[in-house]
């Protein structure tokens, strides 16, 4: 017998766990329509946080769709227009992305989508850590966390590639770093920069400042040195390199990056963005799927939430259409980030591309959602 679900007396309807671009997304969005939300983050906003921090094209889209396009702007974010790859065997490829993508730190977008969560009228918290949950879609859960404990009808995990609430954390080998620089002109490209066991991305943010982001296999990592000598075996990362100086304060490192696809529930708690599965950092995608499965994986809530789909409808559909949406963009993901990290495949591939420029548009496009919207 089904349960009606309205029945349950609960302090919220939804408990969304992780205040990053899910986070906010799915809580703009449910707050919109009037239901009692609560949105928990652990840092304390703003905070720089580990991304390459280049906004691909259909991003555009969706932050007007959340409201915050002309804030994003405002905010300065830089336009970028080209992608550029080289190799450390000097082979390189440029061409134009099919639109205009955007610059933005975290440490700016991040505070922008939690300030118009709470603008929208979801109950934000920040400096607030969720320790465990336990319950499910039937009776409601319950929500143990730093400053209290909650109970919510429904809980949306969006607590990104790593956390301790993460259950099948795989040991991985990857480590990446980020930080902001001057001294270095990276014009409008978003540029990747292969070496022996990882690639480094550059691409210009607000106030003139360029975002450095690289992953790597452990291996690489010598002593706590951010910038490894590994990375200036590439002469045109060497060259950017050689000018650079480190805006204190932006570093943030991370290591055993699991880069592998997640159940879309764990133990009936709906997962959205990096916590289901997260594109490879090659593509610069995962904020644009992070958002894309917030517009998923919320209206289907929001029918279970209404008594108009039963838990297993709401879990199915949430699956089917997620797999629809992504599986073929993970899966042509993970063949570039395996090539590139190796130097001779990579040589080839961007070899390839430079001679054949529809392949590179071919793999640009299919690592990525449609544009509903471009700036130019
Ligand atoms: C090296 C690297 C480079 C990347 N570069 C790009 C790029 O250039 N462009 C792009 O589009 N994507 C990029 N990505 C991917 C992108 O960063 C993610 O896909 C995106 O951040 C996903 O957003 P999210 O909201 O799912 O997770 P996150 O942005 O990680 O947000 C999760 C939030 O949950 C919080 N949290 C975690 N645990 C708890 C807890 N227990 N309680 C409360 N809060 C908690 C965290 O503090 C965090 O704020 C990159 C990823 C990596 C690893």
Request: with cysteine; hydrophobic share 40%.
């Amino acid at each position: 017998m089904a349960i009606n679900n309205s029945e349950v007396l609960m302090q919220y309807d939804a408990v969304i766990i992780g205040a990053g671009l899910a986070g906010c997304s799915a809580a703009i969005q449910m707050a919109a329509t009037g239901v009692r939300v609560l949105l928990l983050e652990q840092s304390r906003y703003p905070v720089h946080k580990l991304c390459g921090e280049f906004l691909s094209v259909e991003v555009t889209a969706a932050f007007e769709r959340l409201g915050i396009l002309e804030s994003v702007q405002t905010a300065g974010a830089s336009s970028i227009r080209r992608a550029y790859l080289t190799t450390k065997n000097g082979k390189s490829f440029h061409h134009p992305l099919p639109g205009t993508a955007l610059g933005l730190s975290r440490y700016r977008l991040d505070a922008i989508l939690f300030e118009r969560s709470i603008q929208m009228g979801a109950e934000c918290r920040d400096g607030v850590t969720v320790k465990s949950v336990t319950g499910n879609l039937q009776t409601g859960f319950e929500v143990v966390t730093s400053q209290g404990i909650f109970t919510s009808r429904t809980v949306l995990g969006a607590y990104g590639k790593k956390s301790a609430l993460s259950s099948q954390l795989k040991r991985s080998p990857f480590v990446a770093f980020k930080a902001h620089y001057t001294g270095v002109q990276v014009s409008d490209a978003i540029e990747l920069h292969a070496f022996d066991g990882g690639y480094c991305g550059l691409s210009a943010i607000e106030s003139g400042q360029v975002n450095l982001c690289w992953i790597g296999h452990e291996r690489i990592l010598q002593g706590n040195r951010s910038l490894p000598p590994g990375l200036y075996t590439n002469p045109v990362l060497a060259d950017r390199l050689s000018t650079m100086q480190r805006v204190p304060g932006s570093l943030h490192g991370l290591s055993q990056i699991s880069l592998a696809i997640k159940p879309k529930f764990q133990q009936d708690v709906c997962q959205i963005g990096d916590t289901a599965g997260m594109i490879m950092p090659l593509c610069g995608d995962g904020m644009a799927m992070a958002l894309r499965s917030t517009e998923l994986a919320i209206p289907l809530a929001l029918a279970f939430l209404d008594g108009k789909l039963s838990a297993p409808e709401f879990k199915y559909c949430y699956a089917v259409a997620w797999n629809r949406e992504f599986w073929r963009r993970l899966r042509v993901g993970k063949l570039m980030h395996d090539a590139f990290i190796h130097p001779s495949v990579a040589d080839w591939g961007v070899d390839l591309c430079d001679r054949l420029p529809a392949i590179g548009a071919w793999i640009i496009q299919a690592t990525r959602g449609r544009a509903t919207l471009t700036l130019d």
